[in-house]
């Protein structure tokens, strides 16, 4: 047995580690399909030993009804199709921002709000990327000490805006400084703004306040954020300032409260992208603790993997275990998700 998948927009940045990610899972898969547009249909990506094919994505397809369909092929796509597949069964992860603010649609970081995909069908939203590494370093210490008020500043990889920007950033380091991805030339430049402006707050920055606050399920905590891109391949790097309602015990006391998360490690030293690219886990360094209320940290991970493949592939296999495995099991696996 093994569960019947496909991926949507494999042959993008995100879909690429997508199945990446699965074959080096213990997720066990009985067929993998491959579906992205007509440009890229007939290519061939490698798994587990094997080409499979890319097809081209239709209605019909999604109509044939998988376990699982992990969407990375942009709001659009996701608004489309992904409802057609939900429709006959399918769980639908999906990594654009279509569905994230729906309220009837989980928003899933499964090592925080893991517990929603307990008896639960239909369509899953994956969080921004640069948002589910700010609350994987963060949740710990609102479970505590309870979140008040955040202010963050990003510095977000080139590869975060998908395989195009990565061309015409690698394009710029040989000399050919013309930008159509980009609202400015990004090689040896900052850019602090990702995506259109709504009331002097750009898109990205809106993703980060709404749904910081869905997956805390918390609408009294404050975000203030300023999303920067920067000439990284890989790898979004964020400085945290976060505010606390109760006073934090003691600096030792943040660290191991931070530490605590599941999939969070803390580093002594500083950590960098380049030192995390192709990683798992979410990178925390720089903890200072400025006042009883006040914490600074650094905080770096793979915004392809963390920020959406892995995440995706994490959401996977818990909604499995807690769905699919004997009754006796999943209650199991719920306990230990409501300990988190
Ligand atoms: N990059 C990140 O760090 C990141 C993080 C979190 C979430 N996301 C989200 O994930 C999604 C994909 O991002 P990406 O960075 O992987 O983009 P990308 O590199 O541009 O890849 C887009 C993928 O979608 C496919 N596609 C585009 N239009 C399609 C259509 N009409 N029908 C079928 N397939 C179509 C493309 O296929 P072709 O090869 O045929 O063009 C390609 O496989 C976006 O919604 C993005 O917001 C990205």
């Known amino acids: 047995m093994g569960f019947r998948i496909g991926v949507v927009g494999a042959t993008g940045a995100v879909g690429r580690n997508m199945v990446e990610v699965l074959e080096k899972s213990d997720v066990v898969v009985s067929e993998l399909r491959l579906f992205a547009s007509e440009r ?3 290519q061939t990506i490698m798994f587990k030993g094997s080409e499979v094919r890319v097809e081209v994505l ?4 999604m109509r044939e009804g998988f376990d699982y369909l992990l969407f990375s092929a942009g709001a659009d796509v996701s608004r489309k199709y992904a409802p057609i597949a939900a429709d006959v069964g399918t769980t639908v992860i999906d990594n654009s921002s279509a569905f994230r603010m729906v309220p009837e649609i989980p928003l899933v970081v499964p090592e925080i709000n893991g517990k929603l995909l307990k008896g639960y069908s239909g369509i899953v939203a994956n969080p921004n990327c640069s948002t589910i590494q700010m609350v994987l370093a963060l949740y710990r210490v609102h479970d505590r000490y309870q979140l008040h008020e955040i202010f963050v500043s990003t510095y977000q990889a080139v590869s975060g805006a998908g395989h195009k920007a990565i061309v015409e950033y690698e394009r710029q380091l040989t000399g050919d400084m013309t930008h159509n991805v980009f609202p400015r030339q990004i090689a040896h430049n900052v850019i602090p703004l990702i995506g259109d402006l ?3 707050i750009s898109q990205e920055e809106w993703k980060m306040i709404n ?3 869905k997956i805390l399920n918390s609408q009294s905590i404050s975000v203030f954020p300023t999303t920067v891109r920067v000439p990284v391949r890989i790898g979004h790097s964020e400085s945290v300032i976060a505010r606390t309602l109760f006073p934090i015990m003691s600096k030792e006391d943040l ?3 931070i530490a605590s998360g599941e999939d969070v490690v803390i580093h002594d030293d500083i950590i960098t992208p380049l030192e995390i690219a192709g990683d798992d886990d ?3 360094s720089r903890i200072r603790l400025f006042d009883a209320h006040t914490f600074g940290l650094w905080v770096v991970a793979d915004n392809l993997r963390v920020g959406a493949a892995t995440n995706a ?6 909604h499995s275990q807690l769905n699919c495995a004997s009754s006796t099991e999943s209650e199991i696996e ?3 998700v409501e300990r988190r």
């Not at 239709?58 to 397809?61: D, F, Y």
């Not at 592939?313 to 818990?318: A, S």
Request: net charge neutral; aromatic share 0%.
């Open 334 to 336: 719920v306990a230990e």
């Open 58 to 61: 239709t209605e019909k397809a």
């Open 282 to 284: 979410t990178h925390v």
């Open 255 to 257: 660290i191991e409260t």
């Open 211 to 213: 749904e910081t606050r």
């Open 40 to 42: 890229s249909a007939g």
């Open 198 to 200: 709504k009331n002097d």
């Open 313 to 318: 592939v994490r959401i996977l296999k818990l």
